[in-house]
């Protein structure tokens, strides 16, 4: 999975795209002018080719969310576990009004599903998670990941969760540095693996490992272990969808040498599709140099990642009423002015 430079397809891009071994497009803020361009650019990306590429954002609400203005700003999962202390009925409704609403404005526009829901613990040690995730107990993140998956799954989008097995007792930010977990396999299934776990129980369809070392499991981040992907999360757990490696270009990826020894690595562990972003000599070298071959396995999976179902722009979304109560009731738990009804929000 690769990125894009601007708001259009360049000519070298195209036939980057075209690549056997290219299966989808990671978007991010600079690919994003308004709504019209974005769905222009997603036709295009479709277009190109039969199966179409799959297009992925992170656009979970909160700090990560790659698409502003003629979206609607979304909370962050952090607000829904907050709410959860006082009031968890009202909670698990909107986290479901918020994954329903997220799927549903990004499908408008032809990008197949987000990277989320985060099912990391917030246990007030990682930054870079913090507030990304829904809560600090397990059991409450997997009751809140489960109704936002829930709502995803309503407007026709499958969902993420990552980052397993769990980034959210390491302070260190694995986009600058190698994160290392020293606890036990036992410590860690019974507390940040536990969301992951239900959520399979669920139909999760997809999920994306840490670039974080957990030396007394491996000597490898999960990302590149075939102990945590193959063992703990195909044969223990039994999970049976796509699985997505985090950027390869990330600091915390390092360990496993060069871009395509990274690439390589995360394929050999157990991950269908390996993402490069934010470097294209990188992305261009893993495409030339790569060592893989196709697995129909991994394609079956993959293609199930594909947004369902007939979409309309975002003006037909805003006028629906499904959407107009979900952005009421989500403004009622956060209180910014990126919230609401009118087309002109920021």
């Known amino acids: 999975m690769l990125d894009l430079r601007g708001t259009e397809l360049a000519a070298d891009e195209r036939e980057m795209l075209l690549h056997p071994l290219c299966g989808g497009v990671i978007l991010f803020s600079r ?18 080719r039969e199966p179409p590429l799959l297009i992925a954002v992170d656009h979970e609400g909160g700090r990560v969310q790659r698409f502003h203005q003629e979206f609607t700003s979304l909370p962050a999962c952090g ?63 997997t009751e809140l990941a489960r109704r936002f998956m829930r709502g995803m799954k309503t407007a026709g989008m499958a969902a993420v969760g990552k980052h397993f097995p769990g980034h ?16 036990d396999l036992e410590e860690i299934v019974m507390n940040d693996l536990l969301p992951f776990e239900r959520l399979i129980g669920s ?15 491996d000597s490898v981040p999960a990302g590149f272990s075939t102990r945590w992907l193959r063992t703990v999360l195909r044969e223990q757990l039994g999970f049976q969808g796509a699985v997505f490696s985090d950027d390869v270009n990330m600091a915390g990826a390092g360990i496993a040498g060069g871009h395509v020894d990274r690439a390589e690595a995360a394929l050999r562990a157990g991950c269908d599709m390996a993402l490069v972003c934010n470097n294209s000599t ?30 309309a722009g975002l003006t037909e979304i805003k006028n629906q009423q499904q959407w107009r109560d979900a952005v009421l009731l989500l403004a009622a738990i956060d209180n910014s002015p990126e919230l609401g009804l009118g087309d002109d929000q920021t």
């Open 79 to 141: 607000c829904f576990g907050r709410l959860h202390d006082e009031d968890p009925q009202q909670a698990l409704r909107l986290a479901q009004q918020s994954g329903w609403l997220m799927a549903a404005e990004l499908l408008a526009v032809g990008v197949d599903f987000s990277f989320a829901p985060v099912l990391d613990l917030d246990r007030g040690i990682s930054r870079v998670i913090g507030d990304r995730g829904f809560h600090r107990d397990p059991e409450v993140v």
């Open 168 to 183: 959210g007792s390491v302070a260190a930010d694995s986009h600058d540095a190698l994160p290392v977990d020293e606890r």
């Open 31 to 48: 690919n994003y002018r308004d709504e019209a361009q974005l769905r222009a650019l997603s036709r295009a990306i479709h277009e190109l």
């Open 203 to 217: 139909g999760l369809p997809a999920i994306m490992p840490a670039h974080v070392l957990y030396p007394a499991v």
């Open 282 to 311: 990188a992305a261009a070298a893993v495409l030339e140099s790569l060592d893989a071959e196709v697995d129909p396995a991994a394609q079956v999976r993959l293609m199930r990642m594909h947004g369902t179902g007939e979409h």
